[in-house]
Each structure stands twice: as C-alpha cells, then as structure tokens.
C-alpha cells in the first residue's frame, strides 16, 4: 500500500533530512575505517575509492537527497520562484541517476552473490570491509529510493532527454574504468581480467542496456504507484 500523498512540510523534511545524513555517515564511516586500518585510498591504488562505482553511487546518493533537502526548505519555507528550478533538478537526478545506479548495485552484487562470486571487497590483505556497510553500500541504496518513489511523485522528464544523459554518464563511467586500467595496470574489477578485450567491451555494452532499462522500470514503478495521483503522468519536456 503506497503511503497517502507525498511528504509535505516538516515531515517530508526530517524524512530527507534523515536519508542525506545517513549517506554522510556511511561516506565518513569510510574514510574513518581507512584511516583506523592506516590506509590512504589514493595511495593504494590508482583512482582511490572513485573508481568504485559503489562508492560513486553512494556520493551520488548524498547529493541526491542533500537537493531533495534544499527543495523541501525552499519550497515550504522560502518560497520565491526558484523552487521549480531545484523541483525539476531532484526529480531529474532521481529519475536519470539516483534509482537507475542504485538499481544496477543491488542488482549485479546480488546477481554475483547468487552466482557465488561475491566476495566482501578486500581494502588489505587480511581484511574486510564490514558486512553492514557492504549491504548500506549495495542493498541499503535500493531500498532507501524506493521508500523515497513511494513517499514523494517525481515528474519524468521526457525519454529523448532522461536517456542519452543517463548512458552518456554510464559510458564516461565506463571510460574511467579502462583509463584506470591503461594507466595503472590494475583492473577495478579483478575477474576483467579473465576476459577478452572484446568481451570486455561487450560486458560494458550489456551494462549500458541494463542502466538504460532499469531507468525505464523506474518510470514504469513510478507511474504505477501514483497512477492514481492527479497529473502524476505528466511529462517535463
């Protein structure tokens, strides 16, 4: 059963306000348990933790509901003719980042974990990340989106802009992963190296598809949750 209405005023506030800290404390928590470990990322490896798309979604994440935070202050508490402008922002990072990414996460770990090829992501020899932040990381960011398209209507932009901005940032993405490995000789993902140049492109390719259809799921979850809602299927150009 969807929750009645979209979160208005205060409530809707403190909701983000609670989600936006939450994803300041997991990122801190990071940078605080590598730096308990001794550990600087940038000195580890190549790229540091940005090349991770984990920790990329979870910035991305923050950002997300750190606008969805603005919006609601503007708009319930300053009105004055730019809360459209920050409206139409968090509903396009929602609708063409924050739940296609977070998608992807929870859906290619628990794929690999089905298949028996998940592993807690090694910072050092020895040891782990913590089991709790692997799930905030990579179960925790579907969850939290999918609370927030049940509580809040966003409203999609058209398909012709959502869809080259969605797969244009999932080919820079992309792009950064093969730079990383011309220019240190490490792989982000270590099972690339098992693989084909060839089938490495063609994996990209595959993930590039399940991006572009995970966002079009989210539009069709959205629009079937507030179908009932006035003017919920009406479309920004």
Known sequence: MVWAGAPRGSGGLCLHVVMFSWYVFVLSYETRYLTMLGLDMDNVSYGGQWKYLTYVNLVLQAVFFGVCVLADVVVHFLP??????????????????????????????????????AQYTPLVEGEVVPPWLNQARHTGVLLLVLVQMCV???????????VPLTVLSGVLYMAWLLWVHHASGIWVYTFLAKLTPMSVLVLCGACLVLLLLLQLLGEKLSGTIWANNPGSQKKRN
């Open 80 to 117: 004055g003719g730019v809360e459209s402008l920050l409206v139409d922002l968090r509903d396009d990072l929602f609708s063409m980042f924050a739940f296609p990414y977070s998608a992807l996460v929870f859906s290619v770990f628990w794929t690999a974990h089905v298949a028996g090829q």
């Open 152 to 162: 809040q209507n966003h409203v999609f932009s058209s398909r012709l802009k959502r």
